[in-house]
């Protein structure tokens, strides 16, 4: 059974930094897209960065360029998101997301995978506030 478990949000200040955790299990990451996606107060759901697990491939939301940065440990089945620099504008709940490799089409760009992401596994989400 899949299962995605986000912690690392709270309350910081502008300007600070927080990091982000997605637990998987159930699953390998070199066989997934994992996505990090945020949805604000009266906002749709947003795409904001995602790593691909064959490749390592990144792919950054213009907003979020230079200030986040995606990883991964495979030993600790483990995707981060590390956010420097935060803004009023980045508080929001914060949700971490797979899709299987074979559910991406072939030759699809790292900044297309995020479109392929769909409803099947999603964390419960994390609260960031960026406020002071």
């Known amino acids: 059974q899949v299962q995605l478990v986000e912690s690392g949000g709270g309350l910081v200040q502008p300007g600070g930094s927080l990091r982000l955790s997605c637990a998987a299990s159930g699953i390998f990451l070199d066989d997934y897209v994992i996505g990090w996606f945020r949805q604000a107060p009266g906002r749709e759901r947003e795409g904001v960065s995602c790593i691909r697990g064959s490749d390592g491939s990144t792919y950054y939301q213009d907003s979020v360029k230079g200030r986040f940065t995606i990883s991964r440990d495979n030993a600790k089945n483990t995707v981060y998101l590390q956010m420097n620099s935060l803004k009023p504008e980045d508080t929001a709940v914060y949700y971490c997301?797979?899709?299987?490799?074979?559910?991406?089409?072939?030759?699809?760009?790292?900044?297309?995978?995020?479109?392929?992401?769909?409803?099947?596994?999603w964390g419960q989400g994390t609260q960031v506030t960026v406020s002071s």
């Open positions: 997301a797979a899709e299987g490799l074979w559910n991406i089409p072939l030759g699809v760009t790292i900044a297309r995978a995020m479109d392929f992401i769909g409803e099947g596994h």
